[in-house]
């Protein structure tokens, strides 16, 4: 096994997103990594909790802490950009995350008026896979 031994996934809003990258997490890695929620918000980690995450933690100090002790960070593209998912990512937030030691695996999710130029139109199931099978898989063996 690798030495990736932490994966944190942040989500905001309703944690939807986060809940379907974990479950995917569990059912292909069990407990072989530890798979932490980072909500911005106490319904978003429920949710993320829900799905099987080993730990969870909310808000704003939380993910900042949280981050610089993780492998890998997995999240929408919105998670690195100030005021993103309504405001709830906030600059504190995403300049953690952006400056953390960690690989940053980011789906390309639209925010409000960001464009991912060359970013397919592909249903999250498709991307979740891709993630897991291309990015994360390689780095688990």
């Known amino acids: 096994m690798s030495s990736i031994r932490s994966i944190c996934v942040i989500d905001g809003q309703g944690g939807g997103i986060g809940a379907a ?5 569990k059912s292909l890695f069990e407990e072989k990594v530890e798979v932490v929620a980072l909500g911005t918000n106490a319904i978003a ?8 995450a080993n730990r969870g933690a909310s808000g704003e100090n939380a993910i900042v802490v949280t981050v610089a002790r993780m492998d890998i ?3 929408s593209v919105g998670i690195v950009m100030a005021d993103a998912m309504m405001g709830e990512v906030t600059p504190k937030i995403a300049a953690a995350i952006a400056a953390a030691p ?4 980011l789906i390309p999710i639209s925010q409000e008026n960001v464009v991912i130029v060359g ?3 592909v249903p999250l199931p498709h991307i979740v896979d891709t ?10 063996d």
């Open 102 to 105: 960690a690989r940053k695996l």
């Open 119 to 121: 970013a397919p139109s």
């Open 131 to 140: 993630l897991i099978e291309e990015h994360l898989s390689p780095l688990l």
């Open 73 to 75: 960070i997995i999240g």
């Open 21 to 25: 990258i974990i479950k995917r997490l």
């Open 45 to 52: 980690t429920a949710q993320m909790l829900k799905a099987r």
